[in-house]
Nanobody, 126 residues
Framework: QVQLVESGGGLVQAGGSLRLSCAASGRAFSRYTIYTMAWFRQAPGKDREFVTSIKRGSGTTTYADSVKGRFFISRDDAKNTVYLQMNSLKPEDTAVYYC????????????????WGQGTQVTVSS
């Protein structure tokens, strides 16, 4: 099993920054079987959407067009933690942000990811 715990959400004004963290734990994760970690978000009344991902090992990153150049994903393998640095935030970035992980899938669809955190709310005021 893998447990993911997000933190760092909050209320910020447009143009501001936030950094989200996702701490991973569990026997499966400690054996380095997890391949990709990703961030998704879900705004009220909307489907969950891909934000960014990072492949463990190669470190290859992928971003949604809507956040490219503003959001940056990174990881600290020693701490089993993935970060999402969010800059130049816009009101349309308001959503619950979820961390996800999977050992085999590394795409943008949410369904294949096996492990999910509980989510952290990000609210951007105009």
């Amino acid at each position: 099993q893998v447990q993911l715990v997000e933190s760092g959400g909050g209320l910020v004004q447009a143009g501001g920054s936030l950094r989200l963290s996702c701490a991973a734990s569990g026997r499966a994760f400690s054996r380095y079987t997890i391949y990709t970690m990703a961030w998704f978000r879900q705004a009220p009344g909307k489907d969950r959407e891909f934000v960014t991902s990072i492949k463990r090992g190669s470190g290859t990153t992928t971003y949604a067009d809507s956040v490219k150049g503003r959001f940056f994903i990174s990881r600290d393998d020693a701490k089993n933690t993935v970060y999402l640095q969010m800059n130049s935030l816009k009101p349309e970035d308001t959503a619950v942000y979820y961390c996800a992980a999977d050992r085999a899938y590394d795409g943008r669809d949410s369904f294949p990811y096996d492990y999910w955190g509980q989510g952290t709310q990000v609210t951007v005021s105009s």
